[in-house]
């Protein structure tokens, strides 16, 4: 379990702190929107939410070099903002919309941009581990420096081809940081009941692959280990493991209630380690902003996303011909 944290200032500038608070904010209000329109019936099939895990993308996004890739799971909507892609283009997708990331065919858990270097939202638990590592052949293949961000769960780091896939990561250098986002419950069933290993990220060791364990409800623990891990990365050391140890507010989708933990639990969770209130309490200690400053904000942050609801809600449904288009890719 995420234990409190102590609050200091840390040496960054007011104008990282704000940015990191506005990025996460930005993807709290989404996902807190993604809900309702979920709840309206606006939203149809799965819907992952990623309120409570925002630290953990926004961080790694900090270091992200031009080139980069990441992929990650049905969790995504995240990783998608947090590398720059479009709320309207996110949500739209999210209503089955033309104007969606995937022209309204792949819906919340597949939708790609290889503009921003998202390979996706996938729907196979652990299917993205070997995509992740096969990214990170090709940028080894090309020798482009670049790194390979395969994001996964602590459900799923019990699928086999996960450790196939560290096998092979570790006996060609392939250059990919592996990022566990351990948020404690793998659907319905809590780590300690489903994980031989406490800690995750000392599975590596037997492919002689290094990792840690990061606080991943805190920004800036994440911005630094996801420095040194992309450091030895492009280092040609080979890959590098970070266990994100996180927590999601919301049941594993909005079709779980959440029954299998009490209120108590993560109602602690939020008043101690909650990533935004830590950044928030940063700029405000700092004398960086003032709180007047960042409910201004947070109603640009609602604005936005308000926007965006409104696009997903008015942009038209794909047309029937959509059927026969992305399906066979040309060279």
């Known amino acids: ?17 704000s940015r990191y608070y506005k990025e996460m904010l930005m993807i709290r ?46 969790r ?59 990214l990170a052949f090709a940028n080894r293949y090309r020798n482009n420096g670049a790194v390979s961000f395969t994001y996964f769960g602590d459900g799923s780091a019990n699928q086999g081809q996960v450790y196939e896939t560290f096998n092979m990561a570790a006996l060609w250098r392939l250059p990919c940081v592996f990022v566990i986002e351990n948020n404690q419950y793998a659907m319905g069933t809590a780590q300690r009941r489903s994980t031989s290993t406490p800690a995750i990220h000392t599975r ?19 911005k630094a280990a996801g420095e040194k891990a992309a450091a030895h990365c492009r280092a040609g050391k080979g890959p590098y493991i970070l266990e994100m140890k996180t927590y999601r507010y919301r049941g ?18 939020k008043s101690e380690k909650d990533p935004i209130d830590h950044v928030r309490d940063l700029l405000i200690i700092g004398k960086h902003a003032t709180g007047d400053e960042l409910k201004g904000i947070d109603k640009k942050v609602k604005a936005i996303v308000s926007e965006a609801a409104d696009f997903a809600q008015t942009s038209p449904e794909p047309d029937v011909s959509e059927l026969y288009t992305d399906i066979l890719a040309t060279a």
Do not use: W
């Open 1 to 17: 379990m995420v234990t409190a944290r102590k609050k200091k200032t840390p040496n960054i500038s007011a104008d990282e702190l």
């Open 76 to 134: 995504d909507h995240g990783h998608m903002l947090a590398c720059g892609m479009d709320p309207k283009g996110v949500m739209a997708e999210l209503t089955g919309r033309e104007g969606g990331y995937s022209k309204g065919k792949g819906g919340s858990m597949h939708m790609f941009s290889r503009e921003k270097d998202f390979y996706g939202g996938h729907g196979i638990v652990g299917a993205q581990v070997p995509l992740g590592a096969g």
């Open 252 to 269: 594993h989708s909005m079709s779980d209630p959440a029954k299998y933990r009490t209120r108590e639990e993560v109602q602690k969770v």
């Open 204 to 222: 590596g060791a037997a492919f002689g692959i290094p990792g840690e364990e990061v606080d991943g409800m805190d920004v800036l623990a994440v």
């Open 29 to 74: 209000r989404f996902e807190e929107k993604a809900g309702q329109l979920y709840g309206m019936g606006l939203i149809g099939g799965f819907c992952h939410l990623y309120i409570g895990q925002e630290a953990v993308v926004v961080g790694l996004e900090t270091i992200a070099k031009a080139g980069d890739q990441r992929i990650t799971s049905y």
